[in-house]
């Protein structure tokens, strides 16, 4: 909300400057977003009369002007506009004059005497924007003929004048307009409010046109009448184009130029049509199927029609005979606008439901000024005294006769009365109250109000406040006006303790920290993802899918199952972006169905909401250097970074088929606990078609593991270090390819021998076709095997028993052979 002080003054003065003015509405939540004077600081430019102005005798482009600047002597000053002329009155600025920059950030500058083409220039002839009082530098401005010679330009413009711009939170409708905001500062400041004072004009026709409301949950009152003879050419006042202009508002003729001066002052949206290019009478009803329309900003719509999730939007229309005239509460058609031959109007003023209006204009990827307070609400008790302020305001400016106001009332919103508790106030405002303070507030807000069983307030809040309905809001409007900087600033007193760091779990910062260490970068997505992507990466069906009801785009349709959709977008937009080499890796929720889960704190019956810690790899496994051969990432280098990242739990992985990854390069992870093997997650390849859908050049590695599952830790168990030394024994088997180490690794573990504290595979070797060592199907595998008693030194006595025991458990479990 833009407007002038000068404005807001009119009907509401506090004796209060203009910096505590905006502190003052900043204070009770009004906040000021900017405040500035109407032009920016300059000195010593005069009001001027031109009283000669002869052709420069080296320069077409130049005038050689004589200038009266009201100082007792002509001066003489070159001049380059094309409209300097003898007789009109100008800024003048003389000599020792600072002018703004040319340009933001840049310096003023000083005007001195100079010489242009060999003739001395005694000043400068400024125009608007030299000012800064708009971009116009066609040529030098042109002020009134009654202007006084010699008077300060800041001073007859008003240029002190102090411009606000109010940031209103969308619950603060009743402060889009000069009326409300008065009301505000009369409340805040305690100064009186004057509300603007006029006289209706006379009925002197009475002439009617016939509406119809078709539809009251559309329009819950339209009010309008007839005004012949009115001069679209009349000249818009001076002092309404000036506050227009400060208000942000351009000047387009006197007709709308009035429609938009009420709007900003009163708070209430117009429209004026011109009735000659109307067809018959006039119907307010919801828009057909096959309709288009116009509108003023010569764009056509079709408002019948459905919006990218595929759902259609009701939008209200003010029709005619041939159709749609006018898009209710948004804008207006192109073919019955008033233009310089329209001589009989018909102005018309309602009260827009604001179910009606909301999210219609964003429709259509536009916003106007009435859609914007329609959609918050207006006072509907006000509709038909701004009709006949506007009205007043036609006849004064361009005449005409004026016919009947034909007021239809058919659904007012109805005000229901709220309480608020004393004691509740106190406890959620922090202050002490008591029932003079709110009962004072009460008053300056103009609220009707009485006291129930000593300390309960019964309010029945104004028709222009739509955003008083329960106790809360109550509450607010009394620490408003109560001041929060007068609010203390009391920090909570309490009993603080260190609290016990929970040893057995470790915190999700610590697995970012890790992830990062091994070259990975965090992502943040969102929860949604589209539906095709979902079907994909989840093989979802379309009953497995959870439709979000109001998404904000096509591309966020869905809530996800897992986090590799969001991912892949951002590797894709990496790629696009030049890089080669990406790690990524995001924590978060997914959400799928689950009937089993029920109601409780932190849940949401029917849904299963985990969370997860996913990433990807894509590129060189290691950045380009002499050192390494370059090759691309694999499924081994990732399992690595999770080997590292999850220490000390240990986890092994088994070849399974996912919908996304590629059927022979994907596995489940298992982590190894106590009770046995616990499913966490998935590891793999991309599958082919989805690398080819994303149009990926190589295939990324993926991984998704349940968060919850790798935080929790076993307690440490403390172990004396043995005395004696640890013996290692090498075991060599043949098996066939297609058998896993970790079958084998699996059978050994199984047989708990003693004095076995580790096995691990160290060699893996695959004969070429026809040697005679082993078959062709068939590899052999080498694993290290470290044995330590604590008691003493093992002897082989001891040890090959041992080895025997576990040599004869892969040749029963793995068909395995000693090499």
Not at 484 to 508: C, H, Q, W, Y
Not at 564 to 586: D, M, P, Q, S
Request: negative net charge; hydrophobic residues 40%; charged residues 25%.
């Amino acid at each position: 909300m833009q407007f002038s002080e000068s404005w807001l003054r009119q009907y509401v003065n506090p004796s209060i400057d203009s910096n505590a003015l905006g502190h003052a509405m900043t204070m009770a939540g009004l906040e000021v977003e900017e405040q500035h004077s109407v032009a920016p600081a300059f000195t010593k430019i005069l009001v001027a009369q031109i009283l000669t102005a002869e052709q420069h005798p080296d320069a077409d482009r130049l005038r050689v002007c004589k200038v009266d600047a009201g100082t007792g002597e002509e001066l003489q000053i070159v001049c380059g506009a094309p409209n300097a002329r003898a007789g009109i009155k100008i800024p003048c600025a003389m000599v020792g004059a600072q002018l703004p920059p040319a340009e933001a950030g840049g310096k003023p500058f000083m005007i001195k005497v100079g010489k242009l083409r060999g003739v001395e220039s005694q000043g400068m002839l400024c125009s608007g924007r030299e000012l800064g009082l708009g971009e116009d530098h066609e040529g030098i401005l042109e002020l009134p003929a009654d202007a006084p010679i010699g008077e300060d330009i800041r001073q007859y413009l008003d240029l002190d004048d102090q411009i606000f711009i109010i940031k209103l939170t969308p619950n603060k409708a009743d402060c889009l307009s000069l009326i409300g905001m008065a009301r505000e500062v009369s409340a805040i400041t305690g100064a009186a409010f004057c509300a603007p004072q006029w006289t209706a004009p006379a009925v002197s026709i009475s002439d009617k046109l016939q509406v119809s409301i078709e539809n009251k949950d559309l329009c819950g009152r339209f009010a309008g009448r007839i005004i012949r003879g009115v001069n679209p050419k009349a000249k818009t006042p001076e002092w309404i184009v000036k506050r227009l202009t400060r208000a942000g508002q351009r000047s387009i003729s006197p007709l709308v130029d009035l429609s938009n001066y009420v709007m900003l002052e009163m708070g209430q949206p117009t429209h004026v049509f011109d009735i000659d290019k109307l067809s018959g009478d006039l119907t307010v009803r919801w828009a057909k199927a096959g309709e288009t329309l116009e509108l003023l900003n010569g764009q056509t719509v079709t408002p019948v029609e459905a919006d990218q999730s595929g759902k259609v939007l009701e939008v209200g229309v003010v029709a005619d005979h041939a159709g749609p005239v006018a898009l209710a509460g948004i804008m207006g058609g192109n073919h019955c606008a008033v233009t310089d031959d329209t001589t009989n109007i018909y102005v018309e003023a309602a009260y827009w439901l604001p179910s009606a209006i909301q999210g219609r204009a964003r429709r259509f990827n536009f916003s106007t000024d009435a859609a914007h307070r329609f959609e918050r609400g207006v006072d509907p008790q006000n509709t038909a005294q701004c009709l006949e302020y506007l009205s007043a305001l036609i006849v004064e400016v361009c005449g005409g006769q004026v016919g009947p106001i034909d007021d239809q009332v058919l659904a007012l919103p109805e005000r229901k009365p709220v309480s608020m508790r004393l004691a509740r106030a106190v406890k959620v405002i922090g202050i002490p109250l008591t029932n003079d303070i709110v009962a004072d507030v009460f008053k300056r807000l103009a609220f009707e109000f009485k006291q129930e069983s000593g300390d309960v307030f019964i309010v029945t809040p104004p028709s222009h406040r739509f955003d008083i309905e329960i106790e809360e809001d109550l509450i607010e409007e009394v620490a408003r006006m109560y001041g929060f900087e007068n609010i203390p600033d009391t920090p909570p007193v309490a009993s603080l303790k260190m609290s016990a760091k929970a040893e057995a779990k470790r915190g999700v910062h610590l697995l970012r920290q890790r992830f990062a260490i091994q070259g990975y970068q965090e992502a943040v997505n969102f929860g949604f993802i589209d539906i095709e992507s979902e079907k994909r990466l989840a093989g979802a069906t379309e009953k497995d899918l959870i439709a979000v009801v109001n998404p904000i785009a096509s591309q966020y349709g869905v809530m996800r199952s897992n986090l590799w959709g969001g991912l892949l977008g951002n590797l894709k937009a990496n790629l696009n972006r030049g890089a080669a080499r990406v790690r990524l890796f995001e924590t978060g929720r997914v959400f799928k169905r689950d009937e089993s889960v029920k109601e409780e704190a932190g849940k949401v019956a029917g849904f299963h909401q985990p969370q997860r810690i996913g990433g990807l790899a894509y590129g060189t496994f290691v950045p380009e250097q002499w050192a390494n051969a370059t090759r691309a990432v694999d499924f081994f280098d990732v399992k690595g970074d999770l080997e590292r990242v999850l220490d000390p739990l240990h986890f092994v992985t088994e070849s399974a088929i996912h919908p996304a990854l590629h059927p022979g390069r994907s596995a489940q992870v298992h982590l190894k606990t106590i009770s046995g093997l616990v499913n966490i997650g998935w590891i793999g390849e991309l599958h082919p078609a989805l690398q080819q859908t994303y149009e990926l050049p190589q295939a990324p590695i993926l991984f998704e593991l349940d968060l919850e599952a790798i935080r929790n830790l076993d307690l440490p168990q403390p172990e004396e270090l043995s005395k004696f030394p640890a013996v290692q024994r090498d075991l060599a088997v043949v098996v066939k390819q297609g058998v896993s180490v970790q079958s084998l690794l699996d059978a050994m573990t199984a047989t708990k021998q003693n004095f076995v504290r580790a096995i691990e595979l160290f060699d893996e070797f695959k004969p070429k076709a026809g040697s005679n060592s082993m078959a062709d199907d068939e590899k052999s595998l080498a694993f290290r095997v470290t044995l330590l008693n604590h008691q003493e030194t093992l002897q082989d006595a001891q040890i090959e028993p041992v080895m025997a025991a576990l040599l004869a458990a892969l040749e029963k479990k793995c068909a395995a052979r000693l090499r």
